[in-house]
């Protein structure tokens, strides 16, 4: 009876403990592949091409690479002896068509105050027209005036706004053409992410839900709220041959894999750039209770970080 009772026993603890680890591989199975998450994300930012509006030879370069700059704050600088030339013309050609309009303004009033009696029509209209054309041209002068004014401001170029100088490619001494791409600026208080989550575990997201995000090898969590999510992605099946119709691929794999739609999310606290953008992540978006900060190390934290190895 003993004996018999031994066997039950056992049988019921090794069920139990064979149920229990199901039940546990199925929570971690349903974990790991149908909650909203993703280890193909990336921080960015807003950054700036920067480019000169001017042509000319390199004379000074204000900062080095990674330097934090401020709006208004001198990069580099351009040789400015030709606008400035281009500046002393200008002013010149402003003056010498401003004393001509003068001119030809007192000779129209003259000539309309003596009117048809002592002068014809013909030479008052004359004069009017002259006039008319001088003050057009004192027009295009004070317009070329303030275009060479700009371009010798432009000669410096600043920062537009605050943020990290960097991949700064300009040396004294270096010709630069006008709009050719010298440096790039990573705006300040500009950082998100981009998730790109598949479309099996796309539904349901939605602007607001919280989500909680892990830097590649970080134990250091930050958290955010989806801002918005594309419309669209590409479709290589919408692309049409050279007659128009729709080049189909014909080919459909036994494996099909998933698209994957890229989702911005809005961080809590700008990080500035202690994740530089284009660094990956993990994202855990939240489906039920709020995310709490600080989460202890748990079974839970345990299957979050072992996402990152997918």
């Known amino acids: 009876m003993k004996s018999l009772q031994q066997k039950i026993l056992r049988l019921v603890l090794t069920v139990t403990l064979v149920l229990a680890a199901a039940v546990s591989v199925y929570k971690v199975w349903e974990f790991y592949t149908k909650s909203p998450w993703t280890r193909d994300a990336r921080f960015s930012a807003d950054i700036v091409a920067i480019s000169p509006d001017v042509n000319g030879l390199i004379t000074d370069v204000f900062v080095h690479d990674n330097q934090l700059v401020h709006k208004g704050d001198p990069l580099y600088a351009v040789d400015n002896h030709r606008y400035k030339q281009a500046v002393k013309q200008a002013k ?135 801002e918005s999510f594309a419309a669209g992605v590409s479709n290589l099946n919408h692309l049409a041959d050279i007659k128009g119709i729709a080049a189909v691929d014909s080919n459909l794999e036994w494996v099909r894999l998933a698209q994957r739609i890229p989702v911005r999310i809005r961080l809590n606290e700008e990080p500035g750039n202690q994740y530089p953008a284009g660094t990956t992540a993990t994202v855990v978006f939240n489906q039920g209770d709020q995310i709490i900060a600080n989460q202890s190390i748990s079974l839970t934290a345990f299957f979050k970080r072992l996402r990152e190895f997918g």
């Open 92 to 226: 010149a050609e402003a003056a010498y068509y401003a004393a001509i309009t003068a001119e030809k303004r007192r000779e129209a009033a003259r000539r309309t105050k003596l009117g048809g009696t002592a002068l014809s029509h013909e030479m008052v209209e004359q004069a009017l027209n002259d006039s008319l054309t001088s003050e057009h041209q004192l027009a295009k002068s004070l317009a070329a005036q303030y275009l060479a004014e700009i371009d010798l401001e432009r000669t410096v170029i600043r920062a537009p706004a605050d943020g990290w100088i960097t991949n700064l490619r300009v040396y004294k001494g270096e010709f630069i053409n006008r709009g050719s791409v010298s440096v790039a600026l990573v705006k300040q208080q500009s950082f998100y992410v981009i998730a790109y989550l598949e479309e099996t575990k796309f539904q349901g997201i939605k602007p607001g839900m919280q989500a909680l995000i892990t830097p590649l090898g970080s134990e250091h969590s930050l958290y955010g709220e989806v």
